[in-house]
Nanobody, 126 residues
Framework: QVRLVESGGGLVQAGDSLRLSCAPSGRITGRNGITWFRQAPGKEREFVASIKWSGDSTHYRDSVKGRFTISKDNDKNMVDLQMNSLKPEDTAVYYC???????????????????WGQGTTVTVSA
């Protein structure tokens, strides 16, 4: 069993930065994947970025490449999502999810994930 707790959401202006954190607890190994999804009001949940728990592989959706960075903090045993140059279209509830095995092909698919956090809200004003 894996429990995930997100933190770091808030209200910012366009162009600002925000850092989200995901703290997993339970049985996590180097093969697991930790992924950020987001869901805007009235829209489907979409993939944002993913990292293998070992830290040696990452994957991003095209619209956040160059702006968002996913990383693992080995000291704190957490996964961070650094979001720079935020845009109003980044407004959403951001969820952290854990998969049993990290796989680049299945990482963007919500059905891949067995464990989900409760979400943290990011609001970007124009």
């Amino acid at each position: 069993q894996v429990r995930l707790v997100e933190s770091g959401g808030g209200l910012v202006q366009a162009g600002d930065s925000l850092r989200l954190s995901c703290a997993p607890s339970g049985r996590i190994t180097g093969r697991n994947g930790i992924t950020w999804f987001r869901q805007a009001p009235g829209k489907e949940r979409e993939f944002v970025a993913s990292i293998k728990w070992s830290g040696d592989s990452t994957h991003y959706r095209d619209s956040v490449k160059g702006r968002f960075t996913i990383s693992k903090d080995n000291d704190k045993n957490m996964v961070d999502l650094q979001m720079n140059s935020l845009k109003p279209e980044d407004t959403a509830v951001y969820y952290c999810a854990a998969s049993l095995v990290f796989d680049l092909r299945s990482a963007p698919l919500a059905k891949t994930y067995s464990y989900w956090g409760q979400g943290t809200t990011v609001t970007v004003s124009a």
